[in-house]
């Protein structure tokens, strides 16, 4: 039987599931036999396992029960439910790392992905100061930022389309020279062959296919997930019938934002004025 290969490194969602996973092998313990000694499914038992679904603070103790674990599992929980990243990020971003096609959506805030260095800490910075993350957990985001950069050199390479509401251009994060650089780069990756880059102007108005970010995998079998958040939740959509709606508001937003060499030039226009 096939398994799915875990990396406890890449997310507190992760490390509880391999630890789950290991004191079950270490029982000798299919998902199905530790699941009615939990009174769960065996559905449940593999999404914790492999990150698709958070434990929670019931799931949590019940596990150390069974497994005579005193408190360990429960505390490890909570570091879960600490961690910056949103539910149902760890898992999208699993999915990220071997789509064919990434397509952004943002407003307000340069995507990650295409975040300088510099930009992405003046955003982490901005959280912690507004008391919305630890130090800590800013540091999470952006370890795991750098490491979803680096999968985009992976061959073949991603093709990714962004188009970014003109908010995400006109305001200014972290001062002058960190924006003046991130518009820099934002030009330079317009120009690669595997991205485009538009931008959604003011004068859509109500024409805006989205109000939250949104983003659309492509996976090499050619099926479609879709991830949205707000501030607080973030939710993985795999239904082709929740997620085909979202694809095509997504095709009608790029007919209706400016083109590529139009949104280069507007990105450049405010680059002028930022120093």
């Not at 990150?51 to 019940?62: K, L, V």
């Not at 505390?75 to 971003?93: K, S």
């Not at 509401?165 to 780069?185: F, K, N, T, Y």
């Amino acid at each position: 039987m096939n398994r799915k290969e875990l990396d406890p490194e890449k997310s507190p969602v992760a490390a509880f599931g391999k630890r789950l996973r290991t004191l079950r092998d270490e029982r000798g313990w299919t998902q199905d036999e530790l699941a009615g000694r939990m009174g769960c499914s065996g559905t449940h038992i593999s999404a914790v396992e492999t990150g698709r679904r958070p434990p929670t603070p019931r799931f949590a103790a019940s596990a150390d029960r069974v497994f005579g674990t005193g408190d360990r599992l429960e505390r490890q929980g909570r570091a879960v439910r600490h961690t910056a990243l949103l539910e149902g990020f760890p898992e999208y971003v699993t999915h990220e790392a071997r789509a064919a096609e990434i397509r952004l959506f943002d407003l307000g805030i340069i995507p990650g992905l295409l975040q300088t260095p510099k930009y992405a800490n003046a955003v982490a910075t901005g959280a912690v100061l507004r008391g919305a993350i630890t130090e800590q957990q800013a540091e999470e985001r952006l370890t795991l930022l750098g490491k979803r950069q680096a999968s985009l050199e992976r061959t073949p390479a991603p093709l990714v389309y962004a188009v970014l509401d003109e908010s995400c251009i006109r305001r200014p994060v972290g001062g002058p020279g960190v924006m003046a650089a991130q518009l820099d780069q934002l030009a330079e990756l317009a120009v690669l062959p595997t991205t485009v880059i538009q931008v959604a102007p003011y004068a859509l108005g109500e024409r805006r296919a989205f109000d939250l970010p949104v983003t659309l995998l492509t996976l090499p079998d050619r099926s479609h997930i879709a991830y949205t958040e707000s501030a607080q939740q973030g939710r993985l959509e795999r239904d082709a019938r929740f997620v085909q709606p979202i694809l095509t508001a997504y095709h009608l937003l790029q007919a209706e934002a400016a083109p590529l060499a139009a949104s280069v030039d507007m990105i450049k226009e405010v680059r002028k004025d930022t120093l």
